[in-house]
């Protein structure tokens, strides 16, 4: 017989979800919202050619918020959308994955490089609770004037400081100082901007 993780826990799984605690992604409300953010993401990009200012009415629908002068290149893949926010004048090349299951900021002024992938969710490390299905998130804050190269990776809970550059290819798995140059797997500080 299966484990009853939530028997105390009167929460639907989307709000144990929205408060960060573990939460079984199988629920209506959640693939309903899902649903949602996929359909918004491919409307955007048939749109981004043709006609820019509807395309940039669907993304501010799409995500939580969205600065002045966002260029944002599709195709883009997200959990939700609204749980992302992104700066003022912040240009995200093409094939940004950004899983949003927890919220994900980016600041203002930010390149972001091709295929940088944004993960919040985080799954447990024993293995019955995993094969439960049980998932949680830990959120991504992106500082101002930061620079990700390409194929870039940021783990769960990861902050970057502002004005930092992560190297292309490099995975973050733990906060990033401040005006810091990161590189490699695991991203280490290798020198000051």
């Known amino acids: ?10 929460r639907t799984p989307m709000e144990r979800m929205r408060a960060g605690d573990l939460y079984i992604a199988d629920d209506p409300e959640i693939a309903r919202e899902q649903r949602r953010a996929m359909r918004l993401a491919a409307r955007y990009q048939a749109l981004h050619t043709e006609d820019a200012d509807a395309a ?31 700066g003022a004048r912040t240009f995200v090349n093409y094939h ?9 900021t980016i600041g203002e002024d930010c ?19 995993r094969r439960d299905k049980l998932e949680a998130a830990r ?20 902050t970057i400081g502002d004005d930092s550059v992560i190297g292309a290819g490099s995975v973050v798995t733990r906060d990033i100082p401040a005006g810091v140059v990161a590189v490699g797997n695991p991203a280490r500080v290798v020198r000051d901007v």
């Not at 017989?1 to 009167?10: E, G, L």
């Not at 002045?68 to 609204?82: F, Q, T």
């Not at 940004?96 to 994900?104: E, G, M, R, S």
Request: a negative charge; one cysteine or more.
């Open 111 to 129: 390149q972001i490089g091709p295929n940088v992938q944004l993960l919040t969710p985080t799954h447990p490390v024993e293995p019955q609770p």
């Open 1 to 10: 017989m299966p484990t009853d993780y939530f028997a105390d826990d009167p």
């Open 56 to 86: 940039r009415t669907v993304l501010a629908e799409l995500l939580g918020s969205v600065g002045e002068g966002v260029d944002l290149r599709p195709p883009l893949y997200v959990d939700y959308g609204s749980n992302i926010h992104i």
């Open 139 to 158: 959120p991504i804050t992106i500082g101002d004037n930061v620079w990700l190269g390409g194929g870039v990776i940021v783990c769960p809970g990861v």
């Open 96 to 104: 940004l994955t950004a899983l949003d299951v927890a919220t994900v």
